[in-house]
Structures are given as structure tokens and as C-alpha cells.
């Protein structure tokens, strides 16, 4: 099973659109976007410096294994989306250690249909 969805960041950057293979995360993702979740509603997961289909606008992606919601993060991992992939070659290291990426902005818009 696999969901695509969309999120933005208060950078009004176009969206970044991500894949969920973990049904308890799909349906997770499907609250958020109802109204049903409000509390843990931000996007958490580990980028991969490289390009996918899906999400053709950005030269990176979120790793699916990685992505869970959250309320509120530490600082060293929140970016937007345009400052990402503005110093994405600087990501994993003093930015955005690890490689983890948690825009305290970021809000789901919609679940991508095909």
C-alpha cells in the first residue's frame, strides 16, 4: 500500500509531495487533512538528496521508513522547503543534521489521487 500527499511551508514555495507505505501513517496523514488530528500535524522524516517522479519540482525527497507527524521538534531540523533545496548541499551535516528535516510550517494540503 502507498499514499502520495502535499505539503507546504510558510515560504509559499510550491508543494513538496511526499510517499507513505505505512497504512498506520496513511491514515494518520487522512485525520490530519480531515480535521480529525490538529495536534500532531507537521512532517517529520530523513531527505535523500535526489530526485523522484512524484515529486519532480525538488532535488530531494523524504525517505517513507522515516516519516512520522509531530507536534513540536527541536530546532536544528526546521527549514523550508525553499531553504532546503537552496543549500541542499549543506544538508546532513551542520544543517539539518543527520539529514533529518522537520518544518515546524510545514501543514499537509491535500492526498495526491491519481
Known amino acids: 500500500m502507498e499514499a502520495f500527499f502535499a505539503l507546504t511551508t510558510d515560504d509559499n514555495a510550491p508543494e ?3 510517499r507513505l507505505t505505512n497504512e498506520g501513517r496513511i491514515a ?3 485525520k490530519i487533512l480531515s480535521g480529525e488530528e490538529q495536534n500532531k500535524i507537521h512532517v517529520h522524516g530523513r531527505l ?5 517522479p512524484y ?3 525538488w532535488s530531494f525527497y523524504l525517505d517513507p521508513d522515516t516519516i512520522n507527524f509531530f507536534e513540536m521538534a527541536i530546532e536544528v531540523c526546521d527549514a523550508t522547503t525553499q531553504y532546503v533545496e537552496d543549500h541542499l548541499d549543506e544538508a546532513g ?4 543534521p543527520g539529514g533529518h528535516w522537520c518544518p515546524w510550517s510545514s501543514r499537509l494540503t491535500r492526498e495526491i489521487k491519481e
Open 16 to 18: 513538496f509531495i511526499f
Open 28 to 30: 494518520e496523514a487522512r
Open 48 to 52: 535523500i538528496k535526489r530526485q523522484q
Open 55 to 57: 515529486n519532480p519540482r
Open 93 to 96: 551535516g551542520a544543517f539539518l
